[in-house]
């Protein structure tokens, strides 16, 4: 069924009252099931989950998923299965609640792959579990608050495009309304990328085969397991799974065999991370993102560790760490005490260049706020957010989230009370830009009340962190929030019910990522302990999860509690030049409409990055555009193909030739499949550190 819209011209001329009056008679869909039990319980669950990837993806990466056309194909297919067993399918509004839901869930593993965990490296210390989640919740539903009054300008009245939300919606109505089996086929291939992905990531799980080992070992000899594990040590660090660098067979052999293994200043690559890993929800991930920034972030990669690195080894510029004597030269290393800082410069740069190069775009956030509307009833009264809720909200919400960044992490009070204001400017300009693009820019944002709260108390590295925390938060939350009701405007849904959903999912998310983060990345931390488990940056950051999102706030929070000058020369040089290089490259990136292949966000994401996982993205963004264009030609021509991707499998013309299936799995399902392998390898990537955790220790 097509969608029913308004004219460019109904947009331009109606008042807000006709405009609700209208799709109040022609999409409003009444009282159809939406915010049930079982759409709020799969919401709940599946958000979950999801949040649970990206909190994976995110450590890796410093990016969080957008996880609603993911939760809308799991959730679709599943309730398909279940009315085949006599249960009631889900409706297209259950099935949009339900995504409300796992999309907000699966956002809330943000601030701590990036403010919390700064935070934590520079204090030395675990924030109780507790404060952390209260402190998400209670901002996050300041957005949800901040979002409503926003909700009736952007899309009621202006009927901004909100690109990923729009997508989501028009998926929705396909599904629903046209043959099913679209769903069911992606569905499939994201449980089969899943299956695959998930088995890779068990063989060469070292916790998982150890396990096994030692249980096989238990049940021969008849002792407990802790004495199995004390007894059989050396045995079980022979470990039977598939190695993580895919280079490890080589170096083995050299070792054997004599054999010069890669070397630059003397330093073996692989110490460094430069690897290709077995990563596939790397690859996936890559598939993704594209392969315009897969390659720029190769590009940075390659420039800092294979020339600047080796370069500066040699010039005594990076010196030995003294407390590893065996590998004195590592990645996090050399990223910690040199790289950092030119990366963090070139991406900070770039991306306030690429804000305020848009001038249109921030003035447009505010200048509807003064525009003249003339008087109108309120025909949507009984189903939106009651206005005066957020009146009340915003300040009684807002002031005991200045409550808990002054008596949780020492904010001071009035600076915790002025970034209120900020964040209501900083979440009118986050929203635009999301209403407009689909993009909201947290990462450029987070700078601007870091430097401003930094500079009025420097000392206090929690000011700016946390007041950072605040701002990114909320805006975060409200964008994403109205991202997630576009779709049920479009679909003539309850925004009310909606509301409610995202906050379920705020709570989904918060259970499950805190606790996780906690497990995951905090266990080992000894407080005291002279050696590396004394420091918490030492045991949260490995090769394999680089915590490049973290790092650019800790990076700035640095600066400004030492100031520039505490820095080596060669460091300051280093930033001066990356700056400069950030600031040309995003002007002519902008100057060219994107035509120019240089971006330097992603050349400083390659720097921070792992470098396995930078090649891993790398390849599954050459895979998935490679097998693009070989199947580019081999889909239906007509009306059936308009659409792409899900739309494109159905309704093919009578006249038109038949996708093929290589069409079908690459183009069609690209997503899916993406979506299957990040799911696939995370989960079961968590599992095997829950495994050395919770089994082996």
Known sequence: ???????????????????????????????????????????????????????????????????????????????????????????????????????????????????????????????DGWHIFWFMVVLSVLGVLVAFPLKRRFIND??????????????LDTLYSSDARSGLFQAKVLAMAAGFAGLISF????????????????????????DTLAANKDKLNATWNLPHSLDAWYYSLAGRMGWPTPKLAGVELRQLGVSPALDLAMVGAGGLMGVRPALNMILGMAINFLVIVPWMISAGEIIADPNKPNTPFTRVWVLNSWALWWGVSIMVVASLVAMFAKPKLLISAFTGMFKKRTASSDVLKGIELPIWISIVGVPIVGAIGVWMAHDWFGVDWYLGALAIPLIIVLTLIAVNSTALTGITPTGSLSKIPQFIFGVMRPK????????????????????????????????????????????????????????????????????GDPGEAGNIREVMVSDQFGFPAAFQWYGISELISNGFGSLKPSIQWSMGIAAVAGLVFEVIRILTRNKFPLSPLAIGLGVVV???????????????????K???????????????????ELGTPVNAKPLSVGHRIWIGAQE??????????????????????FVLK
């Open 158 to 171: 202006e009927q901004q495009p909100f690109p990923e939300g729009r997508a989501c919606g028009v998926v």
């Open 460 to 527: 206090h590295p929690a000011t700016n962190l946390m007041t950072a925390v605040m701002c990114v938060e909320v805006a975060g939350n409200a964008s994403n929030l109205l991202m997630d009701i576009k779709p049920g405007y479009m679909l003539g849904a309850k925004p009310r019910q909606q509301a409610i959903g995202h906050c379920i999912g705020i709570l989904a998310g918060a259970l499950a990522s805190v606790p996780l983060f906690h497990l995951l990345f905090l266990s080992e931390f000894r407080p």
């Open 203 to 226: 063989l060469a799980g070292e916790a998982y085969l150890k396990s096994l080992h030692a249980l096989v070992l238990m049940l021969r000899s008849g002792q407990s397991w802790v």
């Open 630 to 648: 070989l199947y580019a030609g081999k889909g239906s021509v007509g009306a059936g193909a308009e659409h792409g991707g899900v739309a494109g």
């Open 1 to 127: 069924m097509a969608l029913k819209h308004l004219t460019d011209e109904q947009v331009r001329t109606w008042s807000l009252e006709q405009k609700d009056r209208w799709w109040l008679a022609n999409v409003f869909r009444g009282d159809m099931p939406q915010l049930t039990l079982r759409s709020a319980l799969t919401g709940f669950v599946l958000g979950g989950i999801l949040s649970a990837t990206n909190l994976y993806v995110g450590a890796k990466t410093g990016w969080t998923l957008g996880v609603g056309l993911t939760s809308v194909i799991l959730a679709f297919a599943m309730f398909k299965i279940f009315s085949r067993l006599g249960a009631r399918d889900f409706t297209i509004l259950e099935n949009n609640a339900m995504q409300s839901i796992a999309t907000s869930a699966g956002y809330m593993t943000s601030p701590l792959v990036a403010g919390f965990a700064a935070y934590m490296w520079i204090e030395n210390r675990i924030v």
């Open 610 to 628: 792992p470098p396995e996982s930078s090649i891993a993205m790398c390849f599954g963004a050459l895979l998935f555009w490679g097998m693009g």
């Open 672 to 693: 899916p499949i993406c979506a299957g392998l990040i799911a696939g390898a995370a989960l079961v990537g968590i599992g095997d550190i829950l495994v050395r955790v």
